[in-house]
């Protein structure tokens, strides 16, 4: 049934880190631009990072020099890498594949809760 497969939340106190794993069904991570998402409580759903098929990178000023976005080749998954975190982003994490047909359908996503 899942396309997508988020992995890797959990809680941790503000300056740590965390890395997040996104798994997909067949040949979709390797043939499409993956993006991570999150949403907080009571706010939309935002895009966080994408990354090329070619490896070309984007992160949000919200979160650059923080988070990364990475391909994992070896384990067919793309991370996000989340360092120095904040209680801001304290969210529900969602990946996705920007297909030529538009986002996939969401996945369960995984909570990350940052504690001060």
């Known amino acids: 049934q899942e396309q997508l497969v988020e992995s890797g939340g959990g809680l941790v106190q503000a300056g740590g880190s965390l890395r997040l794993s996104c798994a997909a069904s067949g040949s979709i991570l390797s043939t499409n631009a993956m993006a991570w998402y999150r949403q907080a409580p009571g706010k939309q759903r935002e895009l966080v990072a994408t990354?090329?098929?070619?490896?070309?990178?984007y992160i949000a000023d919200s979160v650059k020099g923080r988070f990364t976005i990475v391909r994992d080749n070896a384990a067919n998954t793309v991370a996000l890498q989340m360092n120095s975190l904040k209680p801001e982003d304290t969210a529900v994490y969602y990946c996705n594949a920007l297909t030529d047909y538009g986002l996939l359908e969401w996945g369960r996503g995984t909570q990350v809760t940052v504690s001060a």
């Open positions: 990354i090329t098929v070619g490896g070309d990178t």
